[in-house]
């Protein structure tokens, strides 16, 4: 970074002359007018997961639909005019991916499948090979460690079938010379199979094509072993963005998945297949249009001669078959080919990768930690992918669940996590086997946002570029890791609660930062108008007690371990506010008090609005659903719900249990609940309001018993406790004073002033409480408010609906960035509660003014919840 300033190095003048010589940028000059043409739904959208999906270009879907339109196409099994066309169809299509592999219908054949997956567990089930036991020497699978998920799973299949795998290290290989056979074995025949990636969807490293032809020779050995060796090359990664040559390179087999390439159609892939291995692949099973002949009666059956025909059971995805026909025909048009391709988007990784690599904190440390086996200086070795960590000052790994949290603050989609390669994130993480299996013991699975553990990555970041990728894209990126890392003062406070501290590293004392909640100052006095007595929502009181006898029992029952109700000056820990948000990702409704079922607060989050695919709409896709004023009224009935230049429309409480209510099914993050549509009035109101189709849905009073999975100590009939369509558990508590502490932090970065009743309602808590000190909260197992009892879950980590001001619905990604610094890296506030049924014979009500009594944990470390969705308060 030293010697030009940041915007110097960020220009596009600068890019262009830290572009390799020989690579070409942009195709000509043509990118923006590509983009603009090809790619308007990409604006403001920073799309860096090309490794995941292509992105298909209008003319793609233009040219597609206008062949189905002027064209009849048929099943082509049947004999007709329509599906004649289809068979000559695809057969054009299947001469086309040969052409654009660089071979001929004499070399290979293409078997259509439904991905890459789906080839590689064809190759897995009907390769020859020759198990343990037998008089011959038996066949060994081997693969590269830095594959992914779908060809390491082959080894299920060859475990079944007695057939031993091994593992490769990618240095291995490179020592394999060493593994000659003499010459009395070299004549054996026995045949093997190597698995390996033509590139890392990991890192992007390029493997060398050589190595198919040296396997095949005999001059490098995987394992030594006498046979003969078949090479399976994994291209679902390499043909995103480059050439591969079947002519030069023949390798035995060639899985790849046509999204990759194209963004459309998904669901589609080819196995291209040697034709010289080819006619030694057995098949069991037959599906319709494989067989020549066969009898319903008898064991008898005669495959087609033709090797594709055989493989491809029943019919074949005809009208995506016939879509690749316009892939490849507007990919050589809006880029010129593969080649141009590979030039431009390695032209954008290698100014990326230049770029990270020297970005630095005051202190000399580095912000990023890359996980490469090369310099990016070639692209022959490395593709458009670059995988890190993102580091503070003192070079310990931020999560990366953090990372992609911030990055959609400023839309940005990256992939994060291991990638379905957990070989090359074993290798470049450094995570041992060990490590793996106590991972899955504490909570953490693929896929889950659970990035840290003791303080060591469980995963890691990646970006990629496609063919439709920009330098402003790159720009854009570099941005956001500089302005969330480099633009912050050095010393600015970290404050942390050393409770909730799940890294093992230390903080300097000399940061101002949550060691001890004992070091904190008590919460200041707090007026009524600072707690927020909001003229504009509706509060609700019910004049109703338990008996003061029920009470005191209930506080009797209570753990001799409970903390004192008076600390800190004897003030007691007592309810604020209480807030429940009978739509999901809608306004809050304030109450004094309130009745409490089952589920939770009665009524709260009983109803979501979907789009026009079902699909749950939260403030994250549509920021003015907060401007939804949903308020409920007990005495008569109904819910009426509310918004600016809108009619009030009303809601009954009551059921629609009639033969007119339509039962579907709906998704709550991983759960899968029962709903109800409640019809067409409602869902012109809500459809009118957010300018787009959806509609009102209520969860069916059939199905409430959606159950908390998780175990929780001292909760009893955990897996019995219903939940709404919450996220993650009934309840949602914060604390005044932690508010106030992150208020402190968060007004200093802020042009206008913050007032607390703003900030407590982006949290969307159920329950607010005033305990004397911040954050003591996280050190709680268990709570008696009242009558009620409660368990804690876990600490509820933040997303980006606490960016929108519940107000107005404006965004401002500073919060989440506030409270990730003040949170030393995460984005923990507030816990989650699960009620304790007590059994009572009186209704229970939860009201504002009840005294908290805490029992504290025996360990004071508080786990984050174990669901792989992110956990917002809706």
Known sequence: MAGAPRGELLSFRHFQAACPAGYEYGYGGGLRGLREREFPRLRGITYLDHAGSALFPESLLKAFTDDLRNNVYGNPHSQNISSKLTYDTIEHVRYRILQHFHTTAEDYTIIFTSGCTAALKLVAEAFPWIPEGTKQPSSRFCYLTDSHTSVVGMRGITASMNVLSVPIKPKEILLSEKNRLPAEEQNCTTPHLFSYPAQSNFSGTKYPLSWIQDIKSGKLHPIKIPGKWFVLLDAASYVSSSPLDLGVH????????????????????????????????????????????YLAGEDFYFPRKSIAERFEDGTVSFLDIIALKHGFDVLEKLTGGMEKIKQHTFALAHYTYTMLSTLKYANGAPVVRIYSDTDFSNPDVQGPIINFNVLDENGEVIGFSQVDKMASLYNIHVRTGCFCNTGACQMHLGISNEDIQRNLQAGHVCGDDIDLVNGCPTGSVRISFGYMSSFEDAQTFLKFIMATRLSKLDNEGLFESSVTKLTTESVPDDHPSFHSARKLSPVPHISDRELGNNSSAAKMTLNWQPPEVEVDSIRAAVSEIAVPTCRRGGKPITVTNIYLYPIKSCSAFEVTEWPVGNQGLLYDRNWMVVNQNGV???????????????????????????????????????????????????????????????????????????????????QSSGMKNRSHQKNTKGLASATNISLSLVNEAQYLLINVASILKLKEHISARLEEPLEIEELIKRFRANIVISAPESFEEEEWAEISIGALQFQVVGPCSRCQIICIDQQSGERNKEFLQSLSAARGRKTNFGIYLMNQPLHSSFPDVLSVGSQVLPVLKENTEIQPPTSSEEKCSG
């Not at 790849?256 to 291209?272: D, E, R, W």
């Not at 030694?280 to 002949?293: C, D, V």
């Open 250 to 293: 023949q390798a035995d087999f060639i899985p790849i998945s046509f999204y990759k390439i194209f963004g459309f159609p998904t669901g589609l892939g080819a196995l291209l297949v040697n034709n010289r291995i080819a006619p030694l692949l057995k098949k069991t099973y037959f599906g319709g249009g494989t067989a020549a002949a």
């Open 616 to 698: 749950c709409m939260t403030q994250k896709q549509e920021p003015r659903l907060c401007l939804v004023n949903p308020s409920i009224d007990l005495k008569q009935k109904v819910m009426v719900i509310q918004a600016e230049g809108m009619d009030p429309i009303s809601v009954s409480l009551e059921e629609n249990t009639g033969k007119e209510a339509v039962i579907c099914e709906s998704k709550v993050c991983s759960h899968r609940v029962k709903t109800y549509d409640c019809g067409e009035r409602i869902a012109s109101w809500f459809s009118m309001f957010l300018g787009r189709p959806c509609r009102l849905i209520r």
